[in-house]
């Protein structure tokens, strides 16, 4: 069974700093592409920042040179590092990972989100 375990959001003021982490469990990591997405009430589910099973790292335009993703294969996890955050940077962050499961099935799964507030 693929889950994902998302964590690290919280409340933070504007120029701050935090660190989401999504712990996978199910899925072999470097064989599967890895992305969060963030949404805010009445608007659809956009993407963030991903990372290819082969390592090649996308970021939407919105957080180039802010964020950053990295993974951690021992650990199974996916990391974002936001960094100088600004209000509008506020939402729910969810981690999405698809390709291969530990059974060799093909799966796309979604954690459960974390609330990232920005204070202005």
């Known amino acids: 069974q693929v889950q994902l375990v998302e964590s690290g959001g919280g409340l933070v003021q504007t120029g701050g700093s935090l660190r989401l982490s999504c712990a996978a469990s199910?899925?072999?990591?470097?064989?599967?592409?890895m992305d969060w997405y963030r949404q805010t009430p009445g608007k659809e589910r956009e993407p963030v920042a991903g990372?290819?099973?082969?390592?090649?790292?996308h970021y939407a335009d919105s957080v180039k040179g802010r964020f950053t993703i990295s993974r951690d294969t021992s650990k199974n996890t996916v990391y974002l590092q936001m960094n100088d955050l600004k209000p509008e940077d506020t939402a729910v962050y969810y981690c999405r990972a698809e390709g291969l499961t530990t059974s060799w099935d093909h799966s796309r799964t979604w954690g459960q989100g974390t609330q990232v507030t920005v204070s202005s």
């Open positions: 199910g899925i072999i990591l470097n064989k599967n592409y």
């Open positions: 990372i290819t099973g082969g390592g090649n790292i």
